[in-house]
């Protein structure tokens, strides 16, 4: 499973971005998905997690201004991000592991994942 993230750019402060995850390769029902960020001079952190009947988990630190989602027909997630902050700043990470139980366990700790793409920079100006 190779995931691949797009959709990084510059924006300015309350303006939104998209980023895309595509996971090509492997049945999409079976992985369990997360997005990571990480920003210079701090740690790694989870910002959202789905599996693949449509349940999401977010850190609390969101806001409730990001929302994660999945098209399994097109082996893609999302993460769509409104209302961007500077403290957004950061390379955005999609996480993948296949599922070995019936149900994800929509984990935010990054050990949970071993499947990493290599990260989108998402810059936010105020």
């Known amino acids: 499973v190779q995931p691949v993230e797009s959709g990084g750019g510059s924006v300015q402060s309350g303006g939104s971005l998209r980023l895309p995850c595509v996971t090509l390769g492997y049945d999409p029902d079976s992985l369990c998905m997360g997005w990571f960020r990480h920003a210079p001079g701090k740690e790694r952190e989870g910002v959202a997690s789905?599996?693949?009947?449509?349940?999401?988990h977010y850190a609390n630190s969101m806001d409730g201004r990001f929302t994660v989602s999945r098209d399994n027909a097109k082996a893609t997630m999302y993460l769509q991000m409104n209302n961007l902050k500077p403290e957004d700043t950061a390379m955005y990470y999609c996480?993948?592991?296949?599922?070995?139980?019936?149900?994800?366990?929509?984990?935010?700790?990054?050990?949970?994942?071993?499947?990493w793409g290599s990260g989108t920079q998402v810059t936010v100006s105020a």
């Open positions: 996480a993948a592991v296949r599922r070995s139980t019936i149900a994800c366990s929509l984990s935010l700790r990054s050990d949970s994942y071993n499947y």
């Open positions: 789905t599996d693949y009947l449509g349940r999401t």
